[in-house]
């Protein structure tokens, strides 16, 4: 099937309340315009190096949005355009993209990774950071003008065990229904985006609640 195909078909089994981001690392920007001649506007990149090269290359109506894990000293390159960051995992990362973003005269959106997976290899916050980053922000608004923290980001182990994919997904979706309910609405915290759930389990994911989705080889094959 051809990339419209494959798009078509995705967005066809997605409910309205779930934002479908077509997670484009490693793909040619050929590859991209067909997508978005197909109407998607929403790409995922893990690099910020190749999204900036794309993001110059592409149509300007386009939503790029940070995927992979992201070094402090890289922000500066993608704070003048990038819609959504979704894997900030410390304050001082946290601290970096409100300083960056100030230089443009942007607010920028974040998502805050949280740590579900039973495996070492993934990054994220615990519950008790999570709370840490969230006071800091809602206490000190003078410091935090230029982020906006619109949601969670987690990813499930990689593994066949679906049971297990399930209950990460559930815990997630718990301390997000917990963190929107009690969080008074600042302008730098507007908790409505969780984004979990990929090629391989989004649709499990959606089950479990999620608004976001992250996919990549479903829509433009493997990566070679």
Known sequence: MSIKENLLNIQSQL????????????????????????????????????????????????????????QTNKVKFMAEYVSL????????????????????????????????????????????ELDEILDFVQ??????????????????????????IKKEFQNLKAIFDTLRDI???SDAIQVNTLSMGMSGDYQLAIECGSTMVRIGSSIFGGRK
């Not at 929403?42 to 149509?59: A, D, L, S, V, Y």
């Not at 942007?106 to 949280?114: F, P, S, T």
């Open 183 to 185: 969080r008074l609405k």
């Open 15 to 70: 409910p309205e309340r779930v934002t479908l981001v077509a997670v484009s690392k490693t793909k040619p920007v050929s590859d991209l315009m067909e997508a978005y001649e197909a109407g998607q506007r929403i790409f995922g990149e893990n690099k910020i190096q190749e999204m900036t090269e794309k993001w110059q290359q592409m149509p300007k109506d386009i939503q790029w949005h940070m995927i992979g894990h992201v």
């Open 85 to 128: 960051i979704h894997g900030v995992d410390s304050l001082k990362l946290l601290e970096e993209i409100n300083k960056q973003a100030k230089k443009h005269n942007r607010v920028i959106d974040c998502l805050l990774q949280i740590y579900i997976a039973e495996e070492e290899s993934k990054f994220g916050l615990d519950e008790a």
């Open 139 to 164: 206490n000190d608004k003078n410091a935090m003008k230029n982020i906006r923290i619109v949601g969670l980001m987690g990813m499930a182990t990689f593994t066949d065990n679906q049971n297990q």
